[in-house]
C-alpha cells in the first residue's frame, strides 16, 4: 500500500526557509514511473502545484515559485523534500505531497500539513 | 498558465440527485483533464483521469466527459458520502492547474 506522509514545522517565521520532508512508503522513489510533487491549498483558494522531482534528478517548478523553491530527493531514505526560501503570509497553506503519474495526475497524496508563516 | 474555471462554485444538492459540474480550460487542453474529490481534513482523491478515466475502486455514478476546452463532471444519484468538494487539474501543460474547487453541499 503506497503511503506519503509530510513532516516538518508547523510554523515559520517571515523571511525563513520552509522545509518539508515527504517519507514515501510501499513504493520505491527510484521508481522511473512517477514524478514526487508538492502542492499546496491556500484557505478558500484552490490547489497550486508547486513543483516535482524526479530520481534521475530532473525537477520542475511552477513558475511564479521557481525562484525560491528547491526540491531534492534522497533516494536511500525514500524521501523527497521541499524547501521555500523567504516565505511571507502569503505562503501559509496546507501543502501535501503527491505522487503525480507520467501523465501528470496525481493518484496518491500525504495527508497534508498546515504551515503558517507568522513572527 | 492555463486558467481552470469552474461552476458552479457552490451548489445545494439531495441525496438522489444528479448533479453536473463544469470546468472551463482558457485554452485547448485535448483531453487532459483530471477530477478529485476534498473531504475536510482528508487529501484529495483522483476520481477520473484523462477526461473520462474512471478510477479503479471509484463508483459508477461517477463520470467525466468533455474535451477541449470545456469538461463535465456527473455524479448520477448523489449519495451521503459525496457531499465534498470537487476539483479539475488541467494535465497539458506545465504549470498544472487546478479550478477553484465546486462545494457539494446538502
Known amino acids: 500500500q503506497v503511503q506519503l506522509q509530510e513532516s516538518g514545522p508547523g510554523l515559520v517565521k517571515p523571511s525563513e526557509t520552509l522545509s518539508l520532508i515527504c517519507t514515501v512508503s510501499?513504493?520505491?522513489?527510484?521508481?522511473?514511473?512517477?514524478?514526487w510533487t508538492w502542492i499546496r491549498h491556500h484557505p478558500g483558494k484552490g490547489l497550486e502545484w508547486i513543483g516535482y522531482t524526479h530520481y534521475s534528478g530532473s525537477t520542475n517548478y511552477n513558475p511564479s515559485l521557481k525562484s525560491r523553491v528547491t526540491l531534492s530527493i534522497d533516494m536511500s531514505k525514500n524521501q523527497f523534500s521541499l524547501d521555500l526560501n523567504f516565505v511571507t503570509a502569503a505562503d501559509t497553506a496546507t501543502y501535501y505531497c503527491?505522487?503525480?503519474?507520467?501523465?501528470?495526475?496525481?493518484?496518491?497524496w500525504g495527508q497534508g500539513t498546515l504551515v503558517t508563516v507568522s513572527s | 498558465d492555463i486558467q481552470m474555471t469552474q461552476s458552479p462554485s457552490s451548489l445545494s444538492a439531495s441525496v438522489g440527485d444528479r448533479v453536473t459540474i463544469t470546468c472551463r480550460a482558457s485554452q485547448n487542453i485535448a483531453f487532459h483533464l483530471n477530477w478529485y474529490q476534498q473531504k475536510p481534513g482528508i487529501p484529495p482523491k483522483l476520481l477520473i483521469s484523462a477526461a473520462s478515466g474512471l478510477q479503479s475502486g471509484v463508483p459508477s455514478r461517477f463520470s467525466g466527459g468533455g474535451s477541449g476546452t470545456d469538461f463535465t463532471l456527473t455524479i448520477s444519484s448523489l449519495q451521503p458520502e459525496d457531499f465534498a468538494t470537487f476539483s479539475c487539474?488541467?494535465?497539458?501543460?506545465?504549470?498544472?492547474?487546478f479550478g477553484q474547487g465546486t462545494k457539494v453541499e446538502l
Open positions: 503527491a505522487r503525480a503519474r507520467l501523465q501528470n495526475d496525481f493518484d496518491r
Open positions: 487539474q488541467q494535465s497539458h501543460t506545465s504549470p498544472w492547474t
Open positions: 510501499g513504493v520505491s522513489i527510484s521508481s522511473g514511473s512517477y514524478y
